[in-house]
């Protein structure tokens, strides 16, 4: 079992910069690929970034290709989100979860879920 706790967010303005961290418990963590997932109220869990356990396959959102950065240190346990060029529409609560095996993109394929971080991005 893997139990993740997330960090790093807050309140910035429009045009700024935060880095999320996700760090786990337990020695399986490179087991797992890990992913970034967001959720604004009213709306559905939406899928940020994922990375594969050894860092060599990842992947992105469309609307957050060349601002948002995916990012691992197995020798930490932890996962990382650095996030670039933030606008009002990145607030959200977001989440890191790990998943054993199946699509990056779906939220329902991850098996463990941290309990969230706010971003708040004032225009």
């Known amino acids: 079992q893997v139990q993740l706790v997330e960090s790093g967010g807050g309140l910035v303005q429009a045009g700024g910069s935060?880095?999320?961290s996700c760090?786990?418990?337990g020695r399986t963590f490179r087991r797992y690929a890990m992913g970034w997932f967001r959720q604004?109220?009213?709306?559905?869990?939406?899928?940020?970034?994922?990375?594969?356990?050894?860092?060599?396959s990842i992947i992105y959102a469309d609307s957050m290709k060349g601002r948002f950065t995916i990012s691992r240190d197995?020798?930490?346990?932890?996962?990382?989100?650095?996030?670039?060029?933030?606008?009002?529409?990145?607030?959200?609560?977001y989440y890191?979860?790990?998943?054993?095996?199946?699509?990056?993109?779906?939220?329902?394929?991850?098996?463990?879920w941290g309990q969230g971080t706010q971003v708040t991005v004032s225009s």
């Open 96 to 112: 890191c979860a790990a998943l054993t095996g199946g699509s990056y993109s779906d939220y329902r394929e991850y098996d463990y």
């Open 23 to 25: 760090a786990a418990s």
């Open 74 to 93: 197995n020798a930490k346990n932890t996962v990382y989100l650095q996030m670039n060029s933030l606008e009002p529409e990145d607030t959200a609560v």
């Open 40 to 56: 604004a109220p009213g709306k559905e869990r939406e899928f940020v970034a994922a990375i594969s356990w050894s860092g060599g």
């Open 18 to 20: 935060l880095r999320l």
